[in-house]
Every structure is written in C-alpha cells, then in structure tokens.
C-alpha cells in the first residue's frame, strides 16, 4: 500500500503496546508487519479480544431507509486548528454535508479508543472508494483533545497516509485547554489525564470513546459507542439519512410542513387531548418537527407587538442581546439544580405555554411535590407581582425563589449555585462579556434570567386586532359577544383589565375566588377518580391514595406573606393572554380546561366569607358560555411559534 505512513510513523511514536500493531494490520490488512513490530508484538503475553470495529460485523443490517434516526440534540460548536495552522469554527465545517466526529488523541494506545475510531473511519474511506457518489456527501472529523502536544504539525504527520482525495476526512486540535473544553462539554465528552504512583503524568488520557453522526442541520443524529462502532453500521446510518434527505426534496409534505395543526410548533410534543375516552390515538410529534430558529428577542421587546404597552425594564438592568442569550442558555440548563437533572424549562415548557398542561401542580427535582401550578411565563414583564401569592416583586428576585426551594430545583445555597456556573467550561467568558466584566454572581445570574423572561412578550392576537387594530376581518362573531359579555354582564373585566390602547387582562392584584377555601376547608373526598388508561378509570378510597402520599400541605395564599387574616386563600390574577395555551388552570391547577373555569365563575366561585365581592353568580346561558370561550381563545398572539422556536434552538445544559 503505497503511502501508507503509518509503520514508520508509529515507530517513531514509540508503538510500545500490541494496540497499535493491531490498528496497523486492520487498517492496512495487506500491510505486513516489520520485523521490530513482530518482535515487539511476541513481547506482549495477552490475549486480547478485538472490540466489532476491528472485525466482520457478526449480523445483517437493517436495509437503510427501514429505520429512522430521530434528532438527539444540537452538536456543538467551537474554535478549531486545522493541520495548517488555520482558526476555524468548528460549525464551519458543518452543514454541506453529513459528518462522522471523534474526539481523540495521537499518543492513545487503548485498543478500545482512539485506534478503534480511527481504524473504523480508515475502513469507510477504503468502502466509500466504490461509492464515490456518498463519499462526496461524508465529511470525517478526528479532533484531539490533547493540544498540548497534538500540534497542528502533529495533527498534520498524524494524518498523513489516511487522507486523500476522494473523501474530506478532517485533523484537527485546539490552541489550548480553554478553546477545547467548551466543546467538550458541549458533546458531553469527559476527559482525564493519568499519572503514576508519584504524581508524575503518564501522557496517556483516560476517556470514553464515541462517534457522532451529525446532519446538514448541524443535530446529532446517533452517537456511538466501542460496542456498537463499525464501519457498516455507520455506512447503513449514513444512507439512512440521504434516503430521508432525499425522498423530502422538493416536497411540501415533509415533517414540518404538514397538516396545518402539525405545523404549529407550540402544540405539546405528547398531545393527550382525548386521554379519558377508549379510542384514544396517541398523537406524538416527531423529533425531527422540533427545529428550532433563533428569534430577535431584543426587537421584540423594544416594539412589544399590538396590544401590548412598552415593556417595563429595571433602570439598572437594561436588556441586551448578550443578556438575553445568556439567561436563555441558562434557562435551558438543568446544571443549576442540585443534581443536574432539572432546569427552569422542565416546569415552564415552552411548547405548552410556558407552563405545563400534563400536571396540575408542578413536580421538582427527583420526583418531589410542589403545591401549586406552574404558572406562565408570557408577558411576566408587566407583572408587579410575582408567584401566586405575589411574593416577589421583580424578575430578578424572583429566579432563586424555585432554584433554592428544596422541592423545586433543591440549591442548597446561593454560593452552591455560582459555584456550579465558575466551574462550567461554557459558561467561561459569557457572564463577564453580557455584564462588563462582572462574572457569575447573585445579581447577574438574576439579571440574565431575568431579561430571557422578560422578552418573552406575545400579543397582536385576533382580539388585538380587531379591538386595537381596526380589523373588523380579525375576529368572529361568537367571539365578539363573548367580548360584549367579559366587558358588561359577566364582569370579567374588572379584575382581567383592559385599557384605552393596550391590554393586559390582569389587574396586578390578588383575589380570593373560593378555589384556595375549597382546597383547605372542604372535607375530603369519600372516594377518588383515577385514570390508569385511556377510558380506564377506577375509583380508589382516600385512605389508599393517603399511604402512598405525603401529607397534605395547607396553602393560605397572600396570607403566608402578610399574615393578615383578611389576605387569607388570596392569589394572583394572572394575564389572561394566551391562556388557551396554558391549562390547567388557578393556582392549584383544579381546573382542567377554560370551560371548566367559566363554570367555576359562572355558579360565583365558592362561597366562603372572605370571597371577594366581585364574584357572583351569573345568569349565562350555554351558549353564552360558548361565546366567552370564543373570546378567551381569541387571545392567543400571533408570534407564539417564533418564541417556541427560539426556545427550541436553545443550547441544553445537561
């Protein structure tokens, strides 16, 4: 095999284990070993048993095309050598083609590791020789995670004899650990120097060895691992993904582009609606669907949409670009909890309104209760009170209320919390570039949270255009005297305020509806009605439901912050925008679906003697009822997919 390097290159690498002999012989089968490697191979008194890569695979694989390969999650980005020396982006080297990644390094010997993968990407070079139509379509990155020796001189000696013109197979390194450990962490790639019994380095890294299959949209598609890398599996992988490339050229029925309800991005990725009945279909979103694209938060909330006043913003917290992109990195990072399993996003989810629609009241880290509903998080910016109780009174503030709480994200410190964040390779620079030079602290993790939520504005709804706009076309006639009713006989409007050129249906206050006395005072029930399946229901004695429980945890609203009795099971009136996307419903989430709430309100709430005096019985009729929740759906802004789609580009912290 002509120009194949590698016997004398590894010679002078000093080969000192039978790894590297048996990298020689898979990769180049013809090549016959020189006399020192035969010597230095009768040296080695092991037995060793050759990981697949190295073999035949034992079983046939599925025909491409049979499967699918649902995204698992944006492959990560970074600056890069190349064997010339030259700076590179690592994403530049994404998107024009499908690309096979490894991380690894020169001096490995570990015949489960960095030979292994090599071995397996020299083997698809030799394959893709009789298919040179995939190999112009394949990109091979093998990226070192040892800069300090690995050189692009080093990258470049090491590469030579395994490039060549007929497939792009890449060598690349990092200037140094700073570069380099962003992008790791990014892939979720741990490293760790090893040493001898003295402390001395031995110059070998212990790592765990994977590949990753990225797509022209820049996901992984599959990442493997010493038990399942083989050429012909990644070869299957490959053609896999071209099949679906190719059979949704041209067409408008792709995944994303279907069926006016699949094409919404805010629907929830498990729609349960139907749940209760027998014929029930699941009506799950594929992965694939969920392609998320980043959006000008920042001019959004400059130029809050129609409906929408202009945005409060704290004088000392002005939003930037570089703030919002970091509170949304941060969002979306289940590293801030105590055992990095949960992030603010796994209560709030952006794609079912920045709530959660399957759970009445939200669960924290590792299963734990939390006694009220998540509330939403679109237009928080005009809010003067926070939580449900309106304990806080600011965005800034009110982001250590859930990462502290024991049940919720369970920090067991402020420090514990910032400590976490310094530690974090990728969050290197990000807090001093958004804060002018000031890195992670109480007040800047706060801020930047802060101003994620806060851009998170959404109106110009068909109400608003049609009320605010002139747009007699925008709003339909059920839905027109559903408004005529929520402004005069239902009263609505009293507390769900709207003023002469915006709206913010809530005003900022807190009321006592009945809901909290209910839960506290009533009686409980003789029995309780579960669903195990869909049109499957049993019903179970309260002391059943009580052994498996925790007790019962009392919630006097505004009072737990006053502590004046006449604040008692007082809540918060939340914003009714958008409020079709953001069931169930009330502080405790008893109320599944709006028409349940407009029943609740429709018999006066439940009577106890701090009821507030604007809730009383109405004298509605159904069809009254059906124009109210015409209304109340009319309420939904139209930009509710843009926001859902940047939060689905969102890098995950896990």
Not at 215 to 244: A, E, G, M, Q, W
Not at 289 to 315: H, I, S, T, Y
Request: aromatic letters at 8%; a negative charge; glycine letters at 8%.
């Amino acid at each position: 095999m002509r120009g194949f390097q590698q016997p004398a290159r590894v010679l002078r690498m000093r080969c000192e284990t039978l790894t590297t002999i048996l990298f020689l012989a898979s990769a180049a089968p013809a090549l016959a070993l020189t006399a020192p490697l035969q010597e230095l191979a009768a040296d080695v008194p092991v037995q060793t048993v050759l990981p697949p890569g190295y073999t035949e695979l034992a079983y046939d694989p599925p025909a491409p095309g049979s499967y699918s390969l649902p995204p698992l999650g944006r492959a990560g980005d970074g600056t890069v050598l190349n064997g010339a020396g030259e700076v590179l982006r690592l994403h530049s080297l994404y998107g024009d083609r499908l690309v096979l990644l490894t991380f690894m390094y020169t001096r490995c010997s570990d015949i489960h590791g960095c030979p292994l993968a090599t071995t397996v990407f020299f083997k698809i070079r030799q394959a893709l020789k009789s298919e040179p139509a995939l190999a112009q379509r394949l990109r091979l990155i093998s990226l070192s995670f040892d800069p300090e020796h690995d050189t692009p001189a080093i990258m470049r000696q090491y590469a030579a004899g395994l490039q060549d013109a007929a497939l792009d197979w890449q060598f690349l390194t990092t200037a140094s650990h700073a570069e380099l450990d962003p992008i790791l962490a990014s892939y979720n790639q741990s490293i760790q120097p090893e040493y001898d019994a003295a402390g001395e380095p031995l110059g070998s890294i212990a790592h765990i060895l994977r590949v990753f299959l990225i797509d022209r949209d820049k996901r992984i598609r599959n990442i493997y691992s010493v038990s399942f890398l083989h050429p012909d599996v990644l070869i299957n992988d490959l053609k896999t993904l071209l099949l679906v490339d190719a059979s949704h050229a041209g067409r408008d029925d792709v995944p994303a582009e279907r069926a006016p309800e699949q094409r919404r991005v805010h629907r929830p990725g498990d729609d349960k609606a139907g749940y209760e009945t027998a014929d029930y279909v699941t009506d799950s979103v594929s992965l694939v669907q969920r392609r998320g694209k980043d959006a000008n938060l920042l001019g959004l909330l400059k130029a809050p949409p129609l409906g929408l006043p202009p945005a409060p913003v704290p004088p000392d917290n002005p939003v930037t670009r570089a703030k919002i992109e970091l509170g949304r990195k941060l969002f979306y990072d289940r590293r801030l909890s105590l055992n990095h399993t949960f992030s603010c996003a796994m209560c709030h989810i952006p794609e079912q309104g920045f709530t959660s629609n399957e759970m009445a009241t939200a669960v924290g880290i590792e299963g734990r209760s939390v006694r009220r509903n998540a509330p939403t998080l679109y237009n928080t910016a005009y809010l003067t009170r926070l939580f449900h109780d309106g304990r806080e009174f600011s965005l800034e503030q009110q982001i250590w209320g859930p990462l502290l709480a024991t049940n919720e994200m369970g920090n067991p410190s402020v420090g514990a919390v910032i400590e976490t964040l310094r530690r974090l390779p990728d969050y290197q620079g990000r807090f001093e570039t958004a804060f002018a030079g000031q890195g992670p602290s109480m007040e800047t993790l706060g801020m930047a949270l802060a101003s994620y939520e806060r851009a998170l504005v959404s109106a110009n709804s068909p109400f608003d255009r049609w009320y605010f706009g002139g747009q007699d076309e925008a709003l339909g006639a059920s839905a027109r005297r559903g408004f005529e009713l929520f402004a005069g006989d239902a009263g609505c409007v009293a507390c769900h305020t709207i003023d002469e050129d915006h709206a913010l249906f809530t005003d900022n206050e807190l009321h006592n509806t009945g809901i909290g006395y209910a839960e506290s005072m009533a009686p409980a029930a003789a029995a309780h009605p579960v669903m195990l399946a869909p049109g499957v229901r049993v019903t179970l004695a309260p002391e059943l439901i009580g052994a498996v429980s925790g007790p019962r945890q009392s919630d006097l609203g505004l009072y737990e912050v006053t502590q004046d009795p006449d604040d008692r099971w007082k809540y918060r009136t939340p914003s009714l925008r958008n409020v079709a996307l953001t069931a169930p419903y009330m502080h405790n989430g008893s109320l599944a679906t709006l028409r349940d709430v407009l029943d609740f309100y429709h018999r006066g709430g439940h009577p106890n003697p701090l009821l507030d005096a604007r809730i009383r019985p109405l004298d509605l009729t159904n069809d009254d009822l059906d124009d109210l929740l015409a209304f109340l759906e009319s309420l939904t802004g139209d930009n509710i997919d843009t926001l859902v789609s940047d939060a689905f580009a969102a890098p995950i912290g896990n």
